[in-house]
């Protein structure tokens, strides 16, 4: 019966802590981090200001857990992309869609992190938001220099190929935080990487595949 009664304590803990970081997650995307209260997150998650402070300490703590949730598997899909098997357009994609995949899942959050970084800091926690966006590049811009060393990718500027690649991975992202309604999904990403691909292909190569684009003439 204890062991039961423990069990029950524990999902109960964490369906509150769920709550907490759902209540703060709507309340910071419709008020603004500086306009939302821990009344209102507690109110909202139909629990009291101790059991927030016992789990978070304080509202800049709910905040903190709100934003490295969502980057700590960002990292880890990072480095995972650097022992993922497969040609470099391959990982690429798969980076990119699983880098789409995360946002949409904390799409919520990501407003947050939107209106913290391009807007007033509202007296939020600081995060090296700048930090993670560097490492994206990196990992990217190494990628697309292994495309080119395997011969996927024609000899050029690897940060301008860089930034056309994570130009079309912010295009989705942005697509689906202003309008939602006629946004790009997984499949267009795909899409329009290919498009990508085929352009910075070697000469004479449909994509980095290797398919020839060309027959007699220059034409296909």
Request: charged content about 30%; aromatic content about 10%; proline content about 3%.
């Amino acid at each position: 019966m204890a062991t039961a009664q423990g069990k029950k304590t524990r999902v109960s803990d964490v369906a509150a802590r769920e709550r907490l970081l759902k209540s703060a997650t709507e309340l910071f995307t419709r008020k603004g981090y500086a306009g939302a209260t821990v009344r209102e997150i507690v109110a909202a998650a139909g629990v009291t200001k101790p059991v927030l402070y016992y789990y978070f300490r304080s509202k800049e703590g709910i905040y903190l857990e709100l934003m490295r949730g969502g980057f700590s598997r960002f990292d880890s899909l990072l480095e995972e992309s650097l022992s993922v098997r497969g040609s470099a357009a391959e990982r690429l994609t798969r980076l990119c869609t699983q880098v789409f995949s995360l946002f949409l899942d904390h799409i919520d959050v990501a407003r947050v992190m939107y209106a913290i970084y391009y807007g007033p800091p509202q007296g939020a926690p600081f995060i090296d938001f700048d930090a993670y966006h560097r490492n994206l590049q990196d990992v990217v811009r190494g990628l697309v220099r292994e495309g080119i060393r395997k011969g996927e990718f024609g000899k050029g500027n690897v940060d301008d190929m860089m930034w056309a690649i994570l130009g079309a991975l912010n295009v989705a992202m942005e697509s689906r935080l202003c309008q939602p309604g006629d946004a790009v999904d997984k499949d267009g990403l795909g899409r329009v990487l290919k498009i990508i691909y085929r352009g910075i292909a070697p000469a004479g190569r449909r994509d980095p595949r290797g398919s020839d684009v060309r027959g007699k003439g220059g034409r296909k």
